[in-house]
């Protein structure tokens, strides 16, 4: 099947630092990826839709400014979280939608810590 | 806006014997798609079975299978034959055709099969 890879799997932070993951798609082309964070023992919210080549689509009370993303290929997407606080930490998802096809993919998720 | 509930936290089997869980959906569109996830400790979400609205058949993958209620808006997962490897987070999610491919999901059920 489908893979899409995140890196770093986790990280490891100081507060007030920015910290960037990277979301690919190994052996297909998606225009379209999302970004979700998840808390332990919680569910997926979803972030923002990053489309490639244009601004991404954040979610209601998700703060555009603390959560960076660019698209910058058809099969890269990056979240950079400026300024981490501990409040931060969490799980971070990316799913992939390829182009020829309507199913997501989802990446292994990056833990960040922020100390 | 889409909801998806999923009223059981927690849910136990014995190894071999056949459990459900549960997933209702509010919605006011006529097509779309819905999902079952599983995400085990490794944290990849894993795609188990989709549903499309406009099927009346329910759809069919090896020992799991739904039970797809259109007009009560409900979206049960049987899993027959319970095997260790299925112990696992499992999500119901909802896709609106229409939507721009964003998921909504549920808020999980907890799946520990026993011995």
């Known amino acids: 099947g489908a893979v899409v890879s995140q890196h770093p799997s986790r990280v490891i932070c100081k507060s007030g630092t920015s910290v960037k993951i990277e979301c690919r798609s190994l052996d297909f082309q998606a225009t379209t990826m999302f970004w979700y964070r998840q808390f332990p023992k919680q569910s997926l919210m979803l972030m923002a839709t990053?489309?490639?080549?244009?601004?991404?689509?954040?979610e209601q009370g998700v703060e555009k400014d603390k959560f960076l993303i660019n698209h910058a290929s058809l099969t890269l997407s990056t979240l950079t979280v400026t300024s981490a606080h501990p409040e931060d930490s969490s799980f971070y998802i990316c799913?992939?939608?390829?182009?020829?096809?309507?199913?997501?993919?989802f990446g292994e998720g990056s833990r960040l810590t922020v100390l | 806006a889409q909801t998806v509930t999923q009223s059981q936290p927690e849910m136990s089997v014995q190894e071999a014997e056949t459990v459900t869980l549960s997933c209702t959906y509010d919605?006011?569109?006529?097509?779309?798609?819905l999902f079952w996830y599983k995400q085990p400790p490794s944290r990849q979400m894993i795609l188990v079975i989709r549903q499309e609205a406009y099927k009346q058949q329910n759809a069919t993958e090896n020992r799991f299978s739904v039970n797809f209620q259109k007009a009560a808006k409900s979206f049960s997962l049987k899993i027959s034959d319970s095997q260790l490897g299925d112990a696992a987070m499992y999500f119901c999610a909802y896709r609106f055709t229409g939507g721009g491919n964003k998921l909504t999901f549920g808020t999980g059920t907890q799946l520990k099969v026993e011995l």
């Open positions: 919605t006011s569109e006529s097509d779309y798609y």
């Open positions: 990053s489309n490639e080549g244009s601004k991404a689509t954040y």
């Open positions: 799913s992939a939608l390829p182009i020829i096809s309507g199913e997501l993919f």
